[in-house]
């Protein structure tokens, strides 16, 4: 199994990105797979998690109406696009993958260490 993220950078505070997890090895079906972040000196955090059971998502409070999660299972894909982006979004964002859905994606976002595959994280640099 191998996630693949893009799409991090440098953005003005406002702007805009889209991160991309391509999965390879593992198809998309009856998993949980998110977004999680990791500032300087500050403990990972999950951002946003989906499961592709029911298509449930889950969104940190800090990032609620800005951020949203999608998937696309053609190219067994997903997104996080990122809007309104603010100096304390800056982190170094990793995909990760759980081997289930018998939690919710609340429940598994909350919990990265349990998490089963993770990806090489791509920086966001929010600043003017």
């Known amino acids: 199994v191998q996630l693949q993220a893009s799409g991090g950078g440098l953005v003005q505070p406002g702007g805009s990105l889209r991160l991309s997890c391509a999965a390879s090895?593992?198809?998309?079906?009856?998993?949980?797979i998110g977004w999680f972040r990791q500032a300087p000196g500050k403990e990972r955090e999950g951002v946003s998690c989906?499961?592709?059971?029911?298509?449930?998502?889950y969104y940190a409070d800090s990032v609620k109406g800005r951020f949203t999660i999608s998937r696309d299972n053609a190219k067994n894909t997903v997104y996080l696009q990122m809007n309104s982006l603010k100096p304390e979004d800056t982190a170094v964002y990793y995909c990760?993958?759980?081997?289930?859905?018998?939690?919710?994606?609340?429940?598994?976002?909350?919990?990265?260490?349990?998490?089963?595959?993770w990806g090489k994280g791509t920086l966001v640099t929010v600043s003017s």
């Open positions: 989906i499961s592709t059971g029911d298509g449930s998502t």
């Open positions: 090895g593992f198809t998309l079906d009856y998993v949980t």
């Open positions: 990760a993958l759980k081997g289930s859905v018998y939690y919710s994606a609340r429940y598994y976002c909350g919990y990265y260490y349990g998490m089963d595959y």
